[in-house]
């Protein structure tokens, strides 16, 4: 399918608002959830019966041209086929009619979705972890979200969308950001998605929007920010001024109230429990005050994920707004969130998040946005006379050269040479430290990933860290005293003993 691009001057940007439904607008947006789940599991099931088929044939030495065909999974073959079945299938027939078209189409074209990135993994097309066949959604834990994009979609006023066989929904915020664009053209609506999350109802505008290029405060000035635990971001400038952001760290905050809601959840009856006699999990009706004990902390996870998106997009916002061109590191956040020391605070800090938003929102205002490589050793290199430390181990949180005596913070150390990256980096690329970058001088091994040594388990004990000997020659077992061996003068072992004899007897 041909990707969709945006006009001249236009650009695909989305609106996203909460939702005040009243009791049977909500059960309606459950149920049109619940058809594109069905949708789904239909059209995996319908494609894989087939795969199934294939193979039992084949083990009865079915020949290959006399095996059941396979069944496609393109859109429009899985949009015929359910179009005929949801008619005279027992188990669509007598309410399918009670949702949108377009409840159905959305659990269609994921699965689609599903199965061509499957194909694609398979063949090596595909970038990645590679991906197994779709399963089926269950029905407790899949997301609840339908796509519209056909039938009356619109912003019917300041504080009310309209959206097929839905109807008019009261908004819980004003609508009117979206609503005067719609009205002065400058705005088309493409299509609407209905989700469930963070325990509310949200309808999320996909549109074109025509946005005119608005120019930073500062065009010329390259900021390099360097992100961290301790200090959320470091950001220096290549005027020279350095700026530290604080680190709220929303979870810390909580933590103490979590830990007491989930006790508190923890004795309630819950929906299932584990059988220590027989290993299973058995499920079960949950109790009301567990039911209620849960909505409690559920909002506080939610209240946490709020502020951390407020003040990621208030931070993203004002460097973009200010800076011409921001460097930023391609950290490795999946590895660093495999550390269990580091990873609660990794994950509330946002780092993915801080880079993505820079990204999208440099585009906006035309300006660039460099990622220096993943190798580039930012904090060990010095910001004054560029020389390359082979360690700097991570507790070390000043920096100190050795060839010009500079004295500084480790991460302000780093934040400058990111800046400094901005004027090396190559156009095209847009990663950093790649080409193009000054020649330094740089120990072995300080622009790649290094570990602290470990001791091998058959170390001598005498060698610290596994060190082994220099390699020795070894003599055959065969060879006897009387054979020739290659020494410095040319003599013979024979030679060698009677020469020692004679020494011993004078």
């Avoid at 109802?201 to 929007?209: A, C, G, H, I, M």
């Avoid at 979590?258 to 059988?275: F, K």
């Avoid at 902390?297 to 709020?306: F, I, K, L, P, T």
Wanted: glycine share 6%; with cysteine.
């Amino acid at each position: 399918m041909k990707k969709f691009q945006a006009q001249p001057g236009f650009v695909v940007q989305a609106f996203r608002f909460a939702l005040d439904p009243n009791g049977t607008q909500e059960s309606a947006l459950r149920s049109h959830c619940g058809a594109a789940r069905v949708a789904y599991n239909w059209a995996v099931g319908w494609v894989t019966s087939s795969w199934w088929q294939r193979k039992a044939e084949a083990s009865y030495g079915v020949a290959e041209e006399e095996l059941t065909p396979w069944r496609p999974w393109s859109l429009p073959a899985l949009r015929r086929e359910f179009n005929q079945v949801k008619r005279t299938d027992p188990r669509y027939a007598d309410w399918w009619h009670e949702n949108s078209k377009e409840a159905y189409s959305t659990g269609l074209a994921n699965a689609a979705a599903a199965f061509g990135n499957y194909a694609k993994s398979k063949n090596g097309r595909r970038r990645g972890a590679r991906m197994g066949t779709p399963r089926f959604k269950s029905k407790r834990k899949a997301r609840l979200a339908c796509r519209f994009t056909t039938g009356s979609i619109r912003v019917a006023d300041d504080r009310h969308v309209t959206l097929p066989v839905l109807g008019t929904i009261r908004t819980h915020e004003s609508t009117v950001k979206l609503l005067a664009r719609v009205q002065a053209g400058m705005a088309r609506i493409l299509s609407a998605t209905v989700r469930h999350e963070r325990g509310r109802w949200f309808v999320s505008f996909q549109t074109e929007v025509k946005r005119e290029i608005t120019r930073v405060a500062r065009p010329g000035v390259a900021v390099g920010i360097d992100l961290g635990v301790k200090v959320l971001a470091v950001m220096a400038d290549s005027a020279g001024e350095i700026r530290y952001v604080d680190n709220p760290k929303h979870c810390e905050g909580e933590r103490k109230r979590l830990r007491r809601l989930s006790r508190r959840v923890s004795r309630r009856q819950g929906p299932a429990v584990h059988d220590l006699a027989t290993g299973k999990t058995i499920r079960r009706e949950p109790s009301k005050r567990w039911v209620k004990a849960n909505a409690e902390r559920n909002r506080v996870h939610h209240r946490v994920a709020n502020l951390r998106e407020d003040a990621l997009h208030k931070l993203t916002t004002a460097v973009r707004a200010e800076y011409g061109t921001v460097v930023v590191e391609d950290l490795n956040v999946a590895g660093m969130l495999r550390n269990r020391r580091l990873a609660r605070k990794i994950a509330d800090a946002g780092f993915a998040e801080i880079r993505r938003q820079l990204t999208y929102k440099g585009q906006r205002n035309a300006c660039p946005t460099v990622v220096a490589s993943r190798w580039y050793p930012s904090s060990k290199t010095c910001s004054s006379c560029k020389t390359v430390k082979a360690k700097l181990p991570l507790h070390v949180r000043v920096f100190s050269c050795e060839a010009c005596g500079l004295v500084i913070d480790r991460d302000e150390n780093a934040a400058r040479n990111l800046a400094d990256l901005a004027s090396a980096s190559t156009t095209g690329t847009g990663v950093a430290g790649d080409r193009g970058t000054p020649s330094v001088p740089k120990p072995r091994g300080a622009d790649q990933k290094t570990r602290a040594s470990r001791a091998s388990r058959k170390a001598d004990p005498v060698r610290a860290g596994g060190a082994k000997p220099p390699h020795r020659r070894k003599e055959p077992r065969d060879l006897q005293q009387d054979t020739t061996l290659s020494s410095g003068c040319g003599d013979t072992v024979k030679d060698r003993l009677c020469v020692n004899a004679r020494i011993a007897e004078i």
